[in-house]
């Protein structure tokens, strides 16, 4: 039997750390204790399970602690990621560091993520719905705490810039009951007459804290809400869904007042540069018309000149009218004259007198013409009467006779004349047979006699004999 094998310390601590390397980077959830931070920045403690005895050594080195977000502290609780790690010299089993967060951050940031996505298949985040904010607002909502700092940042900016209502509706911002709170808030403003704008505020704080603002409840009454609203939630780093829906974003509560409330001061030096402006453009417009009506003025001459031109005008086209007048008169005198002439060689009762003589001669003319005309008509007639009725007869006799013939010879051709000699006609599908090739046996054929005809069936067929 081969005797065991046995490893060096050094040896196995390899091992043991190639084995380790296997696993690569891990996340552990647990509470923080032991917890240490050295004078070199290094960060030591033990991550405990709550649901089972189990503990973890770890070690988070100066430049990783210095950018975590999580709070390290005893008892806080965290999740962490990081690769397992050997240390040889104490032969201690320990997770390095690189990420801490506070626990359930990771889940609620994907959360936060799924309703991103799901709020912008609805259109909910689209620049497209977002409502223009008015330049001059007279009545101001402001949904906040009314015992935050967040308030009083809003009140003191908008107080310092112009004279507007400012209408609180007071609600939690922090807590489980607040998305619920900040809902019935913004419903109860909305109801107000005469309101121009909304704003949605709260202080700074952790992400935890501002997590009734990433609500899909609060989101979705901020996107229902009929009055604009300027959300103004944490710091200028904060994002959060309700700042997405809403019309307009602010970094902050102050900066939110800024936005809503225009500046006193700016208004009046716009105004008053807008006055500077306008003077210089009408001392511009007015020098202008001036010199236009000086050049015109200058242009203008007396109005008894122009008066007796127009006179001289007037009595030069009376003249021409006159004469004009008067060729007009003579032409058309002349013209009438002719029409009168034409119309006396063309009187109708003189066409009318001329018409009828020649009238009264055509009938003399036929009176004498026609008697004899009409005894000659008479004898044709007669003569044409006769023939036709001697032409049938004739006509029917020979007619009769070619049938007589006719039928003769065709009954000569009759093929029942050939029947009643005692011959057949042997028939087979219609059509008659002449050769004994053309039928097998065992075809049903048709005998036609001279009266009536026979059903059989070929029992065989004889060819003719050659001779």
Known sequence: MAPPRVYRVGQLSRRLGQSFERWGEVWVEGEISDFRRAGSGHVYLTLNDASESAQLRCVMFASDAARTKAELRNDARVKVRGRFDLYRPRGAFQLVVRVALPAGVGDRREQIERLKKKLAAEGLLSLDRKRPIPRFPATVGVVTSRGGAALHDVIRVA????????????????????????????????????????????????????????????????????????????????????????????????????????????????????????????EVRIGSERLALERLDKKLRDPRHALSGVRRAFDSTQVRLARALRRQLVTTRKRLAELERRLSRADPSARLAQQRRVLDALGERLARTLPPRLLRERVTMEQLAQRLEASPRAAALLARQRLGVLGARLDALSPLRVLARGYAITLLDGRALTDASEASAGDPVQIRLARGSLEAEVKRTIPEENG
Request: hydrophobic share 50%; proline share 6%.
């Open 159 to 282: 107080s310092g810039r112009a004279p507007v209502r400012l209408v609180l509706s007071h609600c939690l911002v922090q807590g489980p009951d607040a998305p619920t709170s900040i809902v019935m808030a913004l419903r109860r403003i909305a109801r107000l007459e005469g309101l121009d704008v909304i704003i949605l505020t709260r202080g700074g704080g952790a992400s935890e804290d501002l997590s009734a603002f990433n609500d899909e409840r609060v989101a979705r009454a901020v996107a229902a809400c009929p009055v604009p609203i300027v959300c103004g939630v944490g710091h200028e780093v904060d994002e959060s869904i309700a700042d997405l829906v809403a019309d307009l974003r602010a970094a902050t509560p102050s900066n939110a007042a800024e936005l809503v409330v225009p500046d006193l001061g700016v208004l009046v030096e716009a105004i008053e540069t807008a006055q500077r402006r306008l003077q210089r453009a009408m």
